[in-house]
T-cell receptor, first 114, second 114 residues
Framework: KAGVTQTPRYLIKTRGQQVTLSCSPI?????VSWYQQTPGQGLQFLFE???????NKGNFPGRFSGRQFSNSRSEMNVSTLELGDSALYLC?????????????FGQGTRLTVV | LAKTTQPISMDSYEGQEVNITCSHN???????ITWYQQFPSQGPRFIIQ???TKVTNEVASLFIPADRKSSTLSLPRVSLSDTAVYYC???????????????FGKGTKLSVIP
């Protein structure tokens, strides 16, 4: 079956702009989580959506937001971009959002803010 | 969430067995232990998960002592393609109202030498 698809793969934006990233989970998976990965901070949890509801949010400013659609596809949005937002953004899908089951990650979107 | 401690890096020659130990002294009764592998510029990939004793799959084994305060990921006969960062994660299966997230530490960078 198809894996987790993230688009676009690469993105270059200017400070102050906003950006929207997309994640299509594995068919049938209802939980989608987003993570930010930087060399300095490592992999950090952004938020998780389950059946169109945000269930959990990490310690990120309100400029980071997301949503999930009825088909489980998810988008995350970052407004007023800062240089420090440059990172690899990863999404993960899982069947029910349980830690005792496998999470499947996409290849990520590499965002560069200049 | 239980804190995990892993070696920052390890080197191994091709063909050797590699054991990466993770310490999680504050593991809770309902916590699972999960290992992920990550190659550069890719999303993490699930390797193995366990609760107690030993778990084995086609790529690795996971050894968990009775007190569950540590765990060891064992990779048999590593090859150059096993060069990656390995993350040990500890967390509950599900927290009811929704606090599902994967908490990644710094991981162990494994370098396989020819």
């Amino acid at each position: 079956k198809a894996g987790v698809t993230q688009t676009p793969r690469y993105l270059i934006k200017t400070r102050g702009q906003q950006v929207t990233l997309s994640c299509s989970p594995i068919s049938g998976h209802r939980s989608v989580s987003w993570y930010q990965q930087t060399p300095g901070q490592g992999l950090q949890f952004l938020f998780e959506y389950f059946s169109e509801t945000q269930r959990n949010k990490g310690n990120f400013p309100g400029r980071f937001s997301g949503r999930q659609f009825s088909n489980s596809r998810s988008e995350m949005n970052v407004s007023t971009l800062e240089l420090g937002d440059s990172a690899l953004y990863l999404c993960a899908s899982s069947l029910e959002g349980r830690t005792d089951t496998e999470a499947f990650f996409g290849q990520g979107t590499r965002l560069t803010v200049v | 969430l239980a804190k995990t401690t892993q070696p920052i890096s390890m080197d191994s020659y091709e063909g050797q067995e590699v054991n990466i130990t993770c310490s999680h002294n504050n593991i809770a009764t309902n916590d699972y232990i999960t290992w992920y592998q990550q190659f550069p510029s890719q999303g993490p990939r699930f390797i193995i998960q366990g609760y107690k004793t030993k778990v084995t799959n086609e790529v690795a084994s996971l050894f968990i002592p009775a007190d569950r305060k540590s765990s060891t990921l064992s990779l048999p006969r590593v090859s150059l393609s096993d060069t990656a960062v390995y993350y040990c994660l500890v967390g509950p299966a599900y927290s009811g109202a929704g606090s599902y997230q994967l908490t990644f530490g710094k991981g162990t960078k494994l370098s396989v030498i020819p």
